[in-house]
């Protein structure tokens, strides 16, 4: 039995939206929830005091491929897994490493298998299982595991995106039996999350996700989003999959979204959402304020007093100007990218906060009509 479970505690009765409890060995969540992308076992420029101490982060990202290939996934195993090896107290979802397998193209080889791939450091041939990828995930210590899943590209052909899912459900179904047996040994510490397919097909994502809601796990992903589709497929694709996928599991939207989309989502059912927005816009310049985008480096801002958002409470807000940002922008200095990294992540924190109070008190159609109202004015 694993000890990650999940509970609704509100539900919006004009969409699919929830607010819910995401229990892990690690502590408790509140849902739904957006994750930092910890790449390389951190979030860039960010401590574990400034993620779970100031932030309040309750549950972060790191990506199984770049943590197997360097430091690898038996020397975390050796120095205590994970947690111990980043200084993490809270809970920590990885993916399968698929994604960025596939996104290697000419440097990988599918099979009915698995993918044979070449290091994009070294260039050493490696080959990702279903069965290995959750050995990878095991002994990086995750409390999330995700199954090995093929992402197709966009745009695909039906007979493409089909081939692809079905694969996808076999390597599922192969993943689930082999952590049910690991958990058997680990005394079910851990969840595998199985995850949809179907490029942008209604179809063939109903098919996937009526296949693997008989594995009966504890959560499922919604995989292949914001590979290049607009978003208005991306959100169908959302829908077709939350139709057929159990009330009581957490869904987990991979890779999405802008802070404008997060409601979006979570209007369609969802409950865990991650991006590299945040952190990765931050250093190029880019801010996420209540107001919309700020994009820094603008001559407007060199005198420019104003905290980066007046309504933020964050460390950099309290503290900074958009003038001395600016500076340190263009001087090239290291701690513009920390704090725009603390003020980016600390927004889609607010962000998501805002949703769950509003599902809470039951105001979220009204913070949802909100949210497109100022999207419109943007435009």
Not at 285 to 292: E, I, K, N, V
Request: hydrophobic share 40%; net charge neutral.
């Amino acid at each position: 039995m694993s000890q990650v479970f999940f509970e609704v505690v509100a539900q919006c009765p004009q969409t699919r939206a929830r607010a819910g409890l995401l229990h892990t060995a690690h502590g408790t969540i509140g849902t739904p929830v957006f994750m930092p992308v910890g790449t390389q076992a951190t979030v860039k420029g960010l401590s574990e005091r400034d993620l779970a101490g100031e932030l309040g982060v309750e549950i972060l990202l790191a990506n199984t491929y770049h943590l197997f290939i360097r430091p690898g996934h038996e020397l975390i195993r050796r120095m205590g897994g994970l947690h111990r090896f980043m200084s993490w107290p809270n809970a920590i979802l990885t993916d399968s490493g698929g994604f960025q397998v596939f996104s290697l193209s000419g440097l990988r080889k599918i099979t009915d298998q698995g993918v044979e791939f070449r290091s994009h450091l070294d260039g050493d041939l490696h080959v990702f299982t279903p069965q290995s990828t959750v050995d990878v995930q095991l002994a990086l210590g995750s409390d999330i595991l995700m199954a090995l899943d093929e992402c197709p590209p966009y745009p695909v052909s039906h007979a493409y995106a089909r081939e692809a899912m079905e694969r996808t459900v076999r390597w599922a179904c192969e993943a689930d039996r082999h952590h049910r047996r690991q958990m058997e040994e680990v005394l079910g510490r851990h969840a595998l999350f199985p995850v949809v397919q179907g490029s942008v097909f209604p179809d063939l994502r109903r098919r996937c996700a009526a296949a693997l809601v008989d594995l009966g796990s504890d959560g499922y992903a919604i995989g292949g989003l914001a590979v290049g589709e607009p978003r208005v497929l991306s959100l169908e694709m959302v829908e077709a999959a939350e139709e057929i996928l159990p009330r009581d599991r957490p869904r987990y939207a991979m890779g999405v979204g802008m802070p404008e989309e997060l409601a979006e989502y979570v209007s369609r059912g969802v409950d865990m959402m991650d991006c590299v927005l945040p952190s990765r816009n931050a250093r190029n310049g880019y801010l996420f304020t209540s107001a919309g985008r700020l994009i820094i480096k603008h001559a407007r801002y060199k005198e420019d007093g104003r905290p980066p958002d007046e309504r933020c409470r964050c460390y950099t807000c309290t503290r900074y100007s958009r003038a001395y940002l600016r500076h340190l922008f263009l001087s090239g200095e290291i701690l513009y990218a920390v704090l725009a990294t603390r003020h980016n992540v600390r927004r889609y924190l607010d962000i998501m906060q805002e949703i769950r109070q509003a599902i809470m008190s039951g105001l979220f159609p009204e913070y949802l009509r909100s949210v497109r109202a100022a999207c419109v004015d943007a435009e």
